[in-house]
């Protein structure tokens, strides 16, 4: 069975400042990846995906992740943090024909 | 526009008596899920269903069920609610598996 850890359960970025929110996957095949948002008092909206191909992939807001196999990792990033990004962050992890795996997420604050 | 929509959102009841959220999507997607959300858990998969007639357990499905009578729809009900189900639950639908989820904005139960 897949599983995911997010190590971080907080992370506090000054405003401009860059961001790396960290994710790691257990799962014996390639996996699909996932890194999906959280405002609050809403549901969550999908960032972006890996599937196969390029290892480093774009998402919507300006965020970024890359694929290391070699480490298991699946770590988010974005150059420049903006206010409206503090929200919670989960990486999920899902199998061929099987349902998504979720870390426990991190919330991210953003300090002017 | 399609979307997902969960009802009631917020609902307090007592311990013992029977409680359905509604889950309602336009997507016309076949596969369907129930997630709850707790602090410090993140996001754990209750039930879901892959189709019309189709459901499955998810990690923590004691206490919980559901019936896919249509493509639209996928209640989910507490039998007999108890405090341990206070939580916040999201219904989620997708086109394939695994696949981007969509989720709804989430209904916050209360059970004294």
């Known amino acids: 069975a897949q599983s995911v850890t997010q190590p971080d359960i907080h992370i506090t970025v000054s405003e401009g400042a860059s961001l790396e929110l960290r994710c790691n996957y257990s799962y014996g095949a390639t996996p699909y990846l996932f890194w999906y948002v959280q405002s609050p008092g809403q549901g969550l909206q999908l960032l972006l995906k890996y599937f196969s191909g390029d290892t480093l992939v774009q998402g919507i807001k300006g965020f970024e992740a890359e694929f290391k196999r070699s480490q298991s990792s699946f770590n988010l990033r974005k150059p420049s943090v903006h206010w409206s990004d503090a929200a919670e962050y989960f990486c999920a992890v899902g199998a061929r024909y099987s349902t998504l795996t979720f870390g426990k997420g991190t919330m991210l604050l953003v300090s002017p | 526009d399609a979307e997902i929509t969960q009802s009631p959102r917020h609902k307090i009841t007592e311990t013992g008596r029977q409680v359905t959220l509604a889950c309602h999507q336009t997507w016309n997607h076949n596969n369907m899920f129930w997630y709850r959300q707790d602090l410090g858990h993140g996001l754990r998969l209750i039930h879901y269903s892959y189709g019309v007639q189709d459901t499955n357990k998810g990690e923590v499905s004691d206490g919980y069920s559901v019936s896919r009578s249509n493509t639209e729809d996928l209640p989910l009900t507490l039998e007999s609610a108890a405090s341990s189900q206070t939580s916040v639950y999201f219904c989620?639908?997708?086109?394939?598996?695994?696949?981007?989820?969509?989720f709804g904005e989430g209904s916050r139960l209360t059970v004294l």
């Open positions: 989620a639908s997708s086109e394939t598996i695994p696949g981007e989820l969509f």
